[in-house]
């Protein structure tokens, strides 16, 4: 029982108490009110009224004014003749027993002359005995007041009106409803039976592609017939990609009136619950009547029992229209054939890549559940309704969807991406060179669509509707309610601005990251295009494939485009990444096969890149060739495009954070439930008030700020890479770079400088007359020593180019081998000529060239040579790939030897070839393909040149390696020069052995020491990948041997062991990736030239190239360093523990939370709403944001941070924190229940309305819970600032550090000072102002509302305060020794030690 014993056990003596403590005096004629509170207490002209007061009229008030009808809503006959008496004054009694009613009447009677024996209210039989000088016979007395019975509760008859109107509108909607469903299944009778009549027969599924040129329709091609045969050539064809492509479910709908009339009703519907619940909460405030509760009948509790069920209602109403809220406008169509109907729904599953570590059972089991939910659902789809529109002239049905317009066949039932095949050689396009007729421009546009990807970027406004009509904010939203009613209006309005603010940050994040890709995507400027064989001024989105262009100079390349004519000059650095501007060429004339991403490259445009330089080139005839571009695809099917599609709509990565996440929310909903149940025992009385407290306890243990907690870390980190040079176009892949343990890198221009150094050249002896044996000279360091050949070869057999400015462009070698011939190309090269170049006194032309390719890698010039007349073929390229095409009786038998030497010293060896022709005309060579002109050169020798490393690459490296990263290297190079380099850089160790796989002549792997030139065998390799080989071995693998393992199925073994992947295609670099990308997360560095493939892929991709805007990868650097990507991890390691330490902090609140909700519900107490207002909007918000703000580590620490939430160290720390934040709330109320002046003196809910929380908070229980509650608040962020492995040490965090300092102060001057404005506000430590003026002699100027608790006031003693300023200050410091002693360090890395994590082992 409560205030029944003390301290020390013995019985609570009763207290003096001072206060309104006299009941309510009842009487059936004011006369017989005690002298002076009748209407003689009145002033002259006013009279006593029902309601207790003074007035003048008092006719207008109601009579359920009249306290002495105990607020029944129908009053006994017997008590509706009386009338209040005014209300006693205030009386001091001692030895106040408040269970002895008849005691406490017994004064009061005394205390005002009150004679005669009064009974209480109800008592009506009782004998009355009056007064012997009463004036008024038979009159009747009654004490009431506090002693009134309690009052029946009234049930609505719903027959009232309201309830009439609103049974009227649901039962109108569920007939609507029905009505709908009825008529909807009859229409949709005829689509159903052909279901059923066609064995597997599914809604229309189309891919996202065009399809084969047969299945083209007979009405198109009718038209086509028309048209000339050069655009006949041009069909719909299949996508190379198309495997690649998501599966499309398109259903086909009809509007309908009657669905019209559906719709409205569910979004009226949709509105009107909210209005009804508000309408209900305007009530409980009396905005809708004179009086609160006007609605149910000045009943509370009867009000709290009907916006309950009505906001259940609404809540599932609400929770099924967002669920099904992109399905909803659809299921009031008539479903049909997609070519018949007016709209189409368009469903694609997500399928989500999963990154990193296997998920335990549990994670396993919760992943189980929400994909059953989702399946059952659709809610793994995403859903799009796009309108049925026809193009103007075919009247084909068409609609646009993800950038890409998709066009009905009849032939094949289908929409799909129309596309034209312009040819697959360079004579096949070269046959376009004339353009379009505007008949087939007309017909290809309706077909293809404009030339522009149009990215829906919202604007804030509507990012902001998007992001709060997703479930978690009307979750929040609809709690907000609750809040709002209930007088919690400001607690309410502090929450919702906190969701708010949340939501806010979100939205900027995204819309700022959409529009930035929006700007990269949306372009439009005018272009000349050959039409009808004139030249006309149009815009770039008119263009169409089969269309021909002028290129200039400065303008941006509108689509994927073949170059018909003259030299161009484009810079790629916002597509590719390459930082040098790439000379682009015509295509040939010839039967060469055309591959715009792979062999000729060289001769495509790109869309989104900048034509720097376009020249006219004139012809041997005098002829000029302009600079012409044939369009061969627009829109998303550009390169640009596919990449905008990429970033726009990308498959959805579940790392193993967001897989553990969904378990952490389900375990806060059993949580929750858990709370909501107690809530309901504990205050079983009151079951409504129950539900309310249970909701407030819910969704705050659910805090709203933890979406925006990831977005945040990840935020920040953008914001800090950006100021070092390295630019972020997908926030969540900064997270994943903080797990990255492998990390590959391209060699040339990522871990060497981008040019490079002439070494010297090894050439064949008398190679000029072939006179004696084949061998090779002495290496040759001088240039000016190099026989002619090899001279000629260096000044012309490469892409130089000079722009505008004298800037020379070209790759690194050539320009580096051309600069030191020193010499010039002519900018008015000899008619005939692609170019003339002029070296020691010549003018060499040059009259045919193949430009380097990956697929041979080597080039190749025809010369006309002005001293004899003849021309010349040179042939440069790798010494492994030339030497095909060399007469073998010129090359010597220690060829591969020699070449090996040289690249074993890092030496970039070029062999070069000769082929005298003599003295032919051009004419003759114009149809030769490569090999008729390569073909049977004899060899010259070779020419190296030293691919120096970056002076910071292997500082850099060592770095990588120091934090527990793998370095690998992927290189095109020659593998002995990828060793060199592997070795000088760091990625192996000097000393290391070697062995290098590669295809020998019998078409095996074979595998050879490097260093000692021997064969290895296998069972020598097999040992170095199951470990049991003796010292430092490191594996090496050309091209071929990769591709080799690849078939054997046997990759996956070697991958993790080699080092060194060399002559590796870009194919070849992409599939390398995802080898590594299956064994942990991977990162890829590289210039982006021919690694966009591969950085794309990666998990995490950083390019270095010059343009932020580049969209090459994930991440781009503008500094040309390896630097960049130790910077990235240590910024990804940095987000990613700064994300956990949020997650956590939010975590750490809502169970802090919990505790304060569930000790008030045990209580019966509830603290001051400005400490919930000082809770939520200042400690929380501003704590939960500076978490984010700690500063990343200066080094990679040998650890990576954990992402797993569930995780062994963030389950150590969290939980530790907060079992000991239990602890000490239990001790603080131990503690508080040994002190002498609180026995005696506990709250006694029983007397109050717990509905009324506001009256819950004056008393020692609810001091001590806000108290101890307030630091742990504050505490938590400190506790989840430590960790000095990822971020900055904890005192590096200022805004942290100081608004903790604040609170912390705040805190103490609350519970330590006396009475002050500021504790008085909060309801802590002070005391009505009687009180504090009698005990305390304080005499504050600021309003204090009057304490509600008997003693008045929940001043604590001054030495109880420090000792319990102790207690907090003890919780605090256990805490922070849990999270640094356990959680962290020594602890922690004992049992690392001890019981490490199975992590992937790998050679660092």
């Avoid at 108490?17 to 009145?42: A, F």
């Amino acid at each position: 029982m409560v205030n029944k014993y003390d301290a020390h056990g013995n019985l609570c003596p009763l207290r003096t108490r001072t206060g309104n403590l006299c009941p309510q005096l009842c009487v059936s004629d004011v006369q017989l009110c005690p002298s002076g509170l009748g209407d003689d207490g009145c002033p002259d002209g006013q009279h006593l009224c029902i309601d207790g007061s003074c007035s003048g009229a008092c006719g207008d008030i109601p009579a359920r004014k009249n306290p002495c009808g105990c607020s029944f809503q129908y009053p006994p006959e017997q008590s509706k003749d009386l009338k209040p008496c005014m209300a006693f004054p205030v009386v001091t009694i001692d030895q106040y027993d408040p269970n002895n009613i008849g005691k406490t009447t017994e004064f009061c009677s005394d205390k005002f002359n009150i004679s005669g024996e009064i009974p209480f209210w109800g008592q009506w039989s009782a004998t009355q005995k009056l007064p012997e000088n009463a004036t008024v016979d038979n009159g009747r007395r009654f004490w009431s007041g506090s002693e009134c019975p309690s009052a029946p509760k009234y049930r609505y008859t719903y027959d009232e009106p309201l309830w009439i109107g609103v049974f009227s509108c649901v039962g109108a909607e569920a007939l609507i409803l029905l009505l709908w469903v009825s008529y909807k299944f009859l229409r949709e009778n005829s689509v159903r039976r052909m279901r059923h009549r066609e064995s597997g027969f599914k809604a229309a599924t189309a891919k996202t592609m065009a399809p084969a040129a047969a299945d083209v329709s007979d009405k198109l091609e009718g038209k086509a017939q028309s048209l000339d045969d050069e655009s006949k050539t041009s069909k719909q064809s299949s996508s190379e990609s198309q495997d690649d492509e998501p599966v499309l479910q398109i259903k086909g709908f009809k509007n309908d009136f009657l669905g019209w009339i559906g719709f409205i009703s569910v979004l009226l519907v949709s509105v009107g619950w909210i209005v009804w619940i508000g309408f209900w909460i305007g009530d409980y405030y009396g905005t809708l009547g004179a009086e609160p509760d006007t609605l149910s009948h000045y009943n509370s509790v009867l009000l709290d029992e009907t916006i309950i069920p009505i906001w259940i209602f609404a809540v599932c109403w609400l929770v099924v229209c967002c669920q099904f809220q992109k399905r909803i406008r659809n299921f009031f169509r008539i479903e049909c054939l997609p070519s018949e109907g007016t709209y189409v729904q368009i469903e694609r599953e997500l399928q989500e890549i999963k990154v990193g570590v296997k998920a335990s059972k549990l994670v396993a089991f919760a992943k189980r559940v929400e994909e059953g939910f989702s399946r059952l659902t659709r809610a793994n789809f995403h859903v799009q309704t796009c309108k049925i529109e026809r193009t103007p002239h075919t009247k084909r049905r068409y609609f646009n969807y993800m950038c890409t317009q998709y066009v009905f066949n009849d032939a094949t039932s289908q929409y799909a991406p129309y596309n034209f095949d312009l040819g697959t050689t360079n004579a096949q396009l070269r046959q376009h060179a004339d353009g379009l007729t505007s008949d087939e421009a007309q017909l290809r546009f309706e077909l293809i669509g404009r030339n522009f990807i149009a990215v829906d970027a919202p604007n804030y406004l509507m990012g902001f509707v998007y992001e709060v009509s997703t479930f978690f904010y009307l979750y929040q939203i609809m709690v907000m309610w609750i809040y709002w009613y209930w007088n919690y209006y400001i607690v309410g309005l502090v929450s919702f601005g906190i969701i708010m603010v949340s939501a806010i940050v979100k939205v900027v994040v995204k819309v700022r990251s959409e529009k930035r890709v929006k700007r990269m995507a949306e372009h439009e400027e005018e272009c000349r295009i050959l039409r009808d064989g004139q030249w006309q001024t149009l815009s770039t989105i008119d263009l169409v494939p089969g269309d021909v262009f002028k290129i200039e100079a400065g303008a941006h390349v509108p689509c994927d485009a073949a170059v018909l004519g003259g030299n161009i000059v484009v810079d790629e650095s916002t597509l590719s990444g390459e930082p040098l501007p790439l000379k682009k060429v015509p295509v040939r004339n010839d039967q060469g096969t055309f591959d715009k991403n792979g062999s000729s490259k060289i001769n495509t445009l790109f869309a989104g890149t900048t034509a720097t330089q376009a020249m006219p080139t004139t012809a041997s005839d005098g002829s000029v060739s302009e600079p012409l571009g044939l369009c061969l695809d627009t829109g998303t099917h550009t390169l640009k495009g596919n990449l905008v599609k990429e970033i726009l709509f990308p498959q959805p990565i579940s790392f193993i954070f967001d897989e553990q996440l969904r378990l952490v929310f389900g375990i806060l909903i059993l949580y929750a439930i858990i709370i909501f149940v107690l809530a309901m025992v504990f205050y079983e009385t009151q079951p409504s008030a129950a539900f309310i407290y249970a909701i407030f306890s819910m969704s705050q243990l659910i805090s709203p700020l933890l979406p925006a907690a990831l977005v945040m870390g990840q935020s920040v980190a953008a914001s800090r890479l950006k100021k070092k040079g390295i630019y972020c176009v997908n926030l969540p892949r900064i997270t994943m770079a903080g797990k990255v343990s492998l990390f590959c890198f391209d060699k040339t221009g990522t871990l060497t400088k981008e040019g490079l150094e002439f070494y010297g050249g090894l050439c064949v002896r008398n190679m000029e007359d072939r006179i004696g044996t084949l061998e090779f000279d002495p290496f040759i360091e001088s240039f000016d020593a190099l026989p002619n050949h090899m001279r000629s070869a260096a000044a012309t057999c490469h892409g130089v180019a000079e722009v505008e400015g004298g800037l020379r462009i070209g790759n690194p070698v050539d320009l580096e081998m051309f600069a030191t011939t020193k010499g010039q190309i002519s900018k008015n090269p000899t008619p005939g000529a692609l170019d003339t170049i002029s070296v020691e006194n010549l003018s060499l032309d040059i009259v045919k060239r193949f430009e380097f390719i990956h697929s041979r890698a080597s080039m190749s010039v025809a010369v006309r040579d002005p001293r004899d007349g003849h021309i010349h073929v040179y042939v440069k390229g790798s010494f492994e790939k030339v030497k095909e095409h060399l007469d073998s009786t010129t090359v010597p038998d220690d060829y591969l030897y020699a070449a090996n030497r040289m690249a074993r010293q890092g030496g970039y060896v070029l062999a070069v070839g000769h082929r005298d022709l003599g003295d032919i005309s051009v004419d003759e060579m114009e149809h030769w393909t490569r090999d008729d002109m390569e073909n049977g050169s004899e060899l010259v020798g070779f020419i190296v040149f030293k691919n120096m490393l970056k002076e910071d690459t292997p500082q850099a490296i060592a770095k990588l390696k120091r934090g527990s990263t793998r370095t690998i290297m992927i290189t095109g190079d020659t593998a002995l020069t990828g060793v060199f380099i592997g070795k000088q850089a760091g990625l192996m160790n000097e000393a290391a052995t070697v062995y290098l796989g590669d295809i020998d002549k019998s078409g095996d792997i074979s595998w050879i020491d490097v260093d000692r030139e021997v064969n290895v065998d296998q069972s020598v390799v097999d040992q170095v990948i199951d470990g049991s080989a003796d010292g430092d071995i490191e594996l090496a693998m050309t091209g071929k041997a990769f591709n080799y393992l690849i078939e054997q199925d046997q990759i996956r073994n070697y991958i993790l062991y080699t080092r060194v992947f060399a002559r590796m295609l870009p194919a070849d670099k992409l599939t390398c990736i995802r080898y590594h990308m299956e064994r942990g997360i991977t990162a890829m560095c590289g210039d982006g030239g021919n690694d966009t493939a591969a950085l794309r892929t990666a998990h995490a991709g950083i390019a270095l190239a010059n343009n932020e805007a580049s969209i090459v990868s994930p991440f781009s650097s503008s500094n040309h360093s390896i630097e960049s990507c130790v910077e990235l991890l240590i910024q990804g390691r940095s987000a990613l523990a700064s994300s956990l330490a949020g997650y956590m902090y939010l975590i750490c609140y809502g169970q802090t939370m919990t505790v304060l909700k569930t000790v008030s519900f045990y209580f019966s107490i509830s603290p001051n709403q400005n400490i919930w207002i000082y809770i939520d909007a200042f400690i929380n918000t501003t704590l939960s944001l500076c978490v984010s703000y700690s500063g990343p580590a200066k080094r990679l620490s040998k650890y990576r941070p954990t992402a797993q939430i569930l995780g062994p160290q963030m389950l150590t720390s969290a939980m530790g924190t907060v079992f000991i934040n239990y602890a000490f709330v239990a001790g603080a109320f131990g503690w508080l229940y040994s002190k002498q002046w609180f026995r005696c003196n506990e709250f006694d809910s029983g007397d109050l309305d717990i509905a009324k929380w506001w009256l819950l908070a004056d008393n020692y229980e609810t001091v001590i819970l806000a108290i101890v509650s307030l630091f742990q608040f504050a505490n938590n962020a400190m506790v989840v600032n430590f960790g000095y492995l990822f971020r900055r040490r904890w005192y590096r965090n200022y805004p942290l550090l100081f608004l903790w300092a604040v609170y912390i102060s705040i805190n103490s001057i609350i519970l330590l000072a006396d009475p002050n404005w500021l504790s008085c506000r909060f309801r802590i430590n002070c005391g009505s102002k009687s009180v504090l003026a009698d005990k305390y002699d304080l005499h504050p100027d600021f309003y204090i509302e009057e304490y509600g608790n008997p003693i008045q006031n929940n001043i604590i003693p001054t030495g109880s305060r420090y000792e319990l300023w102790g207690i907090c200050i003890g919780n605090m410091v256990a805490t922070i020794l849990w999270q640094l002693l356990v959680a962290l360090y020594p602890v922690h890395s004992l049992t690392r030690k001890k019981r490490p994590l199975r992590r992937l082992q790998v050679k660092l």
